[in-house]
């Protein structure tokens, strides 16, 4: 599954190339690695669903992992995190120079869009899908819990804020493979319903156990600098609740979203176990 994604993405780069420099910058950072996480939960969700995975189906986990991968660029840039490093290597901005990672962040944003919209599924699903992309990505969603994390560094929040944060910064992107699948596999209103539920339970909980590791893991784990909130005066989850409440928040959502998906098994004849061994693995120490 993680090949054929990254197949897709790098068709796509070969195809028209403007810039050698930027395609290189691009490709630097979607080679970097990285556990393909939001991918895989949509391509997992297709299978248990009992669909027979296709080039399309793989675009649309590589439009995803594109957004994901520009985001990335640009949380380490100076004026956001202002980090070295991003998956063990160099991060983009230091690896060339902060104008090509801007750009380079841009283009995988935009391209994305390109790529998902070049899918042969049925026009209205592509244009559905296209919608929530944009909502999960932009303004409504992670770029706008961006601007919220910034404006809330060096200050106390309550836990309304930080739930404001992640739910738009983390939160949405992860739920955009669940709701991806429910558009493809063609449930029905209800089903829908609790596949969004899952995936935000899978988005906090996510948020939750990166919290915990930027207080607990050091840079071999984590394959960036951590206590990079700390440093940053961030409110996060430890911070409020401490790192027991916390570890229980994160297991509470993971128990949560499977319970949902052992519903799905009867309802809609749905074969969980792949989505719940990728799920698992958002435990601390799984």
């Known amino acids: 599954m993680i090949e054929h994604t990254n197949e897709a993405i790098r068709n796509y780069y070969k195809e028209l190339i403007v810039s050698s420099d930027l395609t290189k910058a691009i490709l630097y950072s979607v080679d970097a690695g990285g556990k393909r996480l939001r991918p895989l939960l949509f391509l997992m969700l297709l299978e248990g669903f009992g669909i027979a995975l296709n080039n399309d189906h793989y675009s649309i986990a590589a439009s995803l992992e594109m957004i994901h991968t520009g985001s990335l660029i640009h ?14 290597q160099l991060t983009n901005h230091k690896k060339f120079d902060e104008a090509t990672a801007i750009l380079a962040g841009d283009a995988l944003f935009l391209d994305a869009f390109g790529l998902l919209a070049s899918s042969k599924l049925a026009p209205d699903k592509v244009v559905q899908l296209i919608s929530f992309l944009s909502d999960a990505s932009g303004s409504r969603g992670m770029v706008g819990g961006q601007m919220l994390d910034v404006k809330g560094e060096h200050q106390a ?100 979203a499977l319970g949902i998906f052992e519903s799905f098994e009867k309802a809609y004849q749905f074969d969980r176990q792949a989505i719940k061994t990728i799920i698992e693995r958002l435990r601390l120490h799984a």
């Open 75 to 88: 949380d380490d840039l100076p004026a956001m995190d202002n980090d070295d490093y991003r998956r063990g």
């Open 157 to 256: 929040l309550k836990e309304a804020d930080l739930v404001a944060i992640h739910t738009n910064k983390t939160g949405k992107l992860l739920t955009f493979p669940f709701i991806a699948a429910g558009i493809v596999s063609d449930l029905d209103e209800k089903g829908m319903t609790l596949l969004q539920k899952a995936g935000q339970l899978v988005g906090l909980a996510f948020q939750v156990r990166d919290d915990i590791l930027d207080v607990t893991a050091d840079f071999s784990e984590l394959g960036k600098t951590p206590k990079k909130d700390i440093f940053a005066e961030k409110t996060t989850y430890p911070s409020l609740f401490g790192l027991e409440k916390s570890t229980s928040i994160l297991n509470q959502a993971l128990d949560d």
